[in-house]
């Protein structure tokens, strides 16, 4: 299970270096950018290789940098993991929002597009939460 989270990570990476990164001082404002450039830069994206490259230098990464990856490997967490593909297709960019309520409601948006595998996860997730308890008993 870890692989494939170490893929859409790397995936992640990839598209803040891979030619989505703005020039001039826009650069600042994505986590993790800078990083890359100066901490992998002989590193080639893909297959997570970023990623760990990232977890590598953990101790080196900015505040903001260590809190995406955070963020991103709680979002895919679970049953969802099988999405991760699909996030990266049909809603990844790199101001992208790695809360999982947003990245779940970018899936059901695209729920017609995405995996069969994701679909039925996003399912499975929608059915989870109406059986959890919204408020205190009566």
Not at 36 to 53: F, K, N, Y
Request: contains cysteine; aromatic residues 2%.
């Amino acid at each position: 299970m870890r692989r494939p989270r170490l893929m859409l990570l790397g995936a992640v990476a990839f598209g803040l270096v891979g030619g989505a990164v703005p020039s001039g001082g826009h650069a600042q404002e994505m986590p993790c950018t800078t990083e890359i450039r100066t901490l992998c830069a002989d590193v080639q994206p893909g297959g997570g290789r970023i990623l760990q490259c990232l977890k590598n230098n953990e101790a080196k990464l900015s505040m903001a940098c260590a809190q995406r990856v955070h963020d991103l490997q709680e979002a895919v967490r679970g049953p969802l993991g099988v999405c991760r593909d699909d996030w990266v297709t049909h809603c990844y960019h790199p101001y992208a929002s790695t809360a999982r309520q947003e990245m779940i409601q970018c899936l059901q948006a695209n729920q017609t597009v995405v995996s069969a595998a994701c679909q039925k996860a996003l399912k499975e997730e929608g059915a989870t939460r109406r059986r959890q308890p919204r408020g205190p008993m009566p």
